[in-house]
């Protein structure tokens, strides 16, 4: 009777251990991959905050702002002083929000009670001579969503631009008053100086 020969011939071993080493390797090399695309995503550049710009802004800026902490968050919010502060009025204001655990911080949009009725911000802006207009909008979500709509609108108010908001399917005057837009735009400059984040970038 014929003997019958190994299913795991030594020739069988050496290919399944090459096979196995190079799934290793491509696991391996695709792991290193993700964990750069992770990190160079941008997400957390608008977000970090080094040791020199929140020492800045505790020992200069922090004096114009009321503080508010969070202990079990772990977290301060600022708001600031010379800002416009009612219930009956279409406001938009701004907060800074810094995280003690994760040295990040955040800008995020605080419209009025009343406006934030309205489940998006519709605004429509024009110049004083009606040449340029258009329309931007926000709707509560992430702190990268009230970022993006934060720079959108301190751009455009840095321009000079006119400001209308919808309401129940009328445009009402926003950001008219001196006072309301010296307040957002304050407090966006010491957030990007805050996450040295150039708002032209």
């Given at each position: 009777?014929?003997?019958a020969?190994?299913?795991?011939?030594?020739?069988l071993?050496?290919?399944m251990?090459i096979?196995?080493?190079?799934s290793?390797?491509?696991?391996?090399i695709?792991?290193f991959?993700?964990?750069?695309?992770?990190?160079?995503?941008?997400?957390?550049?608008?977000?970090?905050?080094?040791?020199?710009?929140?020492?800045?802004?505790?020992n200069?800026r922090?004096?114009?702002?009321e503080?508010?902490?969070?202990?079990?968050?772990?977290?301060?919010?600022?708001?600031?002083?010379?800002?416009?502060?009612?219930?009956?009025?279409y406001?938009?204001?701004?907060?800074?929000i810094?995280?003690?655990?994760?040295?990040?911080?955040?800008?995020?949009?605080?419209?009025?009670?009343?406006?934030?009725?309205?489940?998006?911000?519709?605004?429509?802006?024009?110049?004083?001579?009606?040449?340029?207009?258009?329309?931007?909008?926000?709707?509560p979500?992430?702190?990268?969503?009230?970022?993006?709509?934060?720079?959108?609108?301190?751009?455009?108010?840095?321009?000079?631009?006119?400001?209308?908001?919808?309401?129940?399917?009328?445009w009402?005057?926003?950001l008219?008053?001196?006072?309301?837009?010296?307040?957002?735009?304050?407090?966006?400059?010491?957030?990007?100086?805050?996450v040295?984040?150039?708002?032209?970038?």
């Open positions: 009777m014929r003997k020969e190994p299913i795991l011939t030594p020739e071993i050496r290919i251990k096979f196995g080493l190079a290793l390797c491509i696991v391996l695709f792991s991959f993700n964990e750069r695309r992770a990190n160079n995503s941008g997400d957390s550049s608008i977000t970090r905050i080094t040791a020199s710009s929140r020492l800045f802004f505790e200069v922090q004096i114009k702002y503080k508010e902490t969070r202990r079990d968050a772990k977290m301060d919010i600022f708001r600031l002083k010379k800002r416009i502060k009612s219930k009956k009025l406001l938009i204001n701004l907060s800074i810094i995280s003690r655990l994760r040295d990040e911080a955040y800008i995020f949009v605080e419209p009025s009670e009343i406006l934030s009725q309205q489940n998006k911000i519709q605004l429509r802006w024009h110049d004083q001579h009606q040449r340029e207009n258009g329309q931007i909008s926000f709707e979500g992430d702190r990268f969503a009230h970022f993006d709509f934060v720079k959108k609108l301190f751009l455009l108010l840095e321009e000079d631009k006119d400001f209308e908001v919808k309401i129940n399917g009328a009402k005057k926003i008219a008053d001196e006072k309301e837009r010296k307040a957002f735009i304050t407090t966006a400059t010491d957030y990007f100086r805050l040295e984040k150039n708002q032209n970038s």
